[in-house]
């Protein structure tokens, strides 16, 4: 039996993880001989008297297959740390998964990502620049990468799908449990023409620390990983950490200075982050080629003058009345109804209702039911 499905065995069986694995591999026996080991050679390597009676039981071809056939029913493949697909800035960190499983194109595994992450509970900003910045990502030949969390990993994988580019998915739980549930049909999406991504095995469920250990997966893939929005306790700032450990680059992307969902982003910018504005402030890290302006969705159809740059062209150009820049500016963190915009900005209805109307022509915001309004 190859080494590979040997690895596989020992990362399938219960109560047997990552360190521990570890421990195996950079001792002296080859995974062949411990097919072989009796509980004396279990514990003679360190292992813990339940771990070698659980080994000796299960550990064995048969059981392997058995184990290998149940993961490729589900549709799912296998690529091991000691596969030559592995990718190879994963492999580069400190603690690379000695197993990935994978749904979707597993080839996108080598590709030039960025990691994109943020609140999961963002503002209107923060959808916004997250939305723009992963379209203008995959238009210039990136794969976005993200966790599938609610909030920004959500926005950027949904936009990524939009601009027909790739995404991937690294997930916190075995690859056939969905987490969120509400993310399901983002998940199946992701799958047709992308990739989700695990390190865990199937059937593995949602638990206090197996999220923050997947986010040193979701920066190890990536060239460098960008926060989009978030605060000072974030989980987006713990990607950002593993950006760094791995020698990889952390942008951030600044925000309102008044919003707590842009503190985290803000401080990572004090200690030295790179602030981003444009997708050009990250391609230029890479000597990438730009993606040409007239390409971009919201440049088809207008010309682009010479030396025009993507920042410009981040949010297109609108001509706004300062009384309509002043309803934008409430809006910008949260929707508001109709007789908050009343009260807050003391304007009478008539004279409110006109701007309003107004800005929804100018496609900059939206009304809700209930008179509400929120930020496009």
């Known amino acids: 039996m190859k080494d590979k499905w040997i690895l596989f065995g020992l990362h399938e069986m219960e109560g047997i993880g990552r360190k521990t694995i570890s421990k195996l591999m950079s001792g002296e026996h080859k995974l062949a001989d411990m097919l072989d080991f009796r509980k004396e050679d279990w514990l003679k390597v360190g292992l813990r008297t339940d771990q070698a009676l659980r080994l000796v039981e299960r550990l064995n071809r048969s059981w392997i297959e058995e184990r290998r056939e149940q993961v490729y029913k589900l549709g799912i493949r296998v690529i091991t740390y000691l596969d030559g697909e592995y990718p190879i800035l994963l ?16 080839g996108l595994l080598c590709s030039d990502s960025i990691a994109m992450v943020g609140t999961r509970m963002p503002t209107v900003y923060g959808r916004k620049i997250g939305e723009k910045l992963a379209g203008d990502l995959c238009h210039a030949g990136l794969t976005v990468i993200s966790g599938l969390a609610r909030g920004i990993d959500s926005v950027c994988h949904e936009a990524a799908l939009r601009a027909d580019g790739k995404t991937i998915a690294v997930f916190g739980t075995g690859i ?85 969902k842009s503190r985290g982003a803000h401080n990572l910018i004090r200690q030295g982050a790179k602030l981003v504005t ?4 990250l391609l230029e890290e890479y000597q990438m080629g730009l993606p040409n302006p007239e390409q971009l969705p919201y440049n088809r159809g207008r010309s682009t003058k010479k030396g025009e740059g993507i920042a410009q062209a981040i949010f297109p150009e609108t001509s706004l009345s300062s009384d309509e820049q002043r309803v934008i500016t409430l809006l910008e963190h949260e929707e508001q109804s109709l007789d908050q915009l009343v009260e807050r900005l003391g304007w009478d209805f008539g004279h409110l209702h006109s701007v309003l109307l107004s800005l929804i022509i100018k496609k900059q915001i939206n009304q809700l039911p209930g008179s509400r309004y929120v930020r496009v």
């Open 176 to 260: 056939d449990q969905i987490y969120p549930a509400e993310n399901r049909g983002l998940a199946a999406k992701i799958a047709e023409k992308g990739l989700l991504l695990s390190e865990y095995p199937p059937g593995t469920k949602a638990r206090q620390g197996l999220f923050p250990e997947r986010n040193r997966i979701i920066a190890g893939l990536s060239l460098g990983t960008l926060v989009v929005e978030a605060d000072l306790r974030s989980g987006s700032l713990i990607t950002a950490d593993a950006a760094l450990e791995a020698g990889r680059d952390v942008f951030a992307v600044p925000g309102p200075i008044t919003s707590p």
């Open 278 to 281: 444009s997708v050009n402030d």
């Open 91 to 106: 492999k580069e960190t400190g603690s690379p998964p000695w197993v990935l499983y994978g749904i979707g194109d597993m």
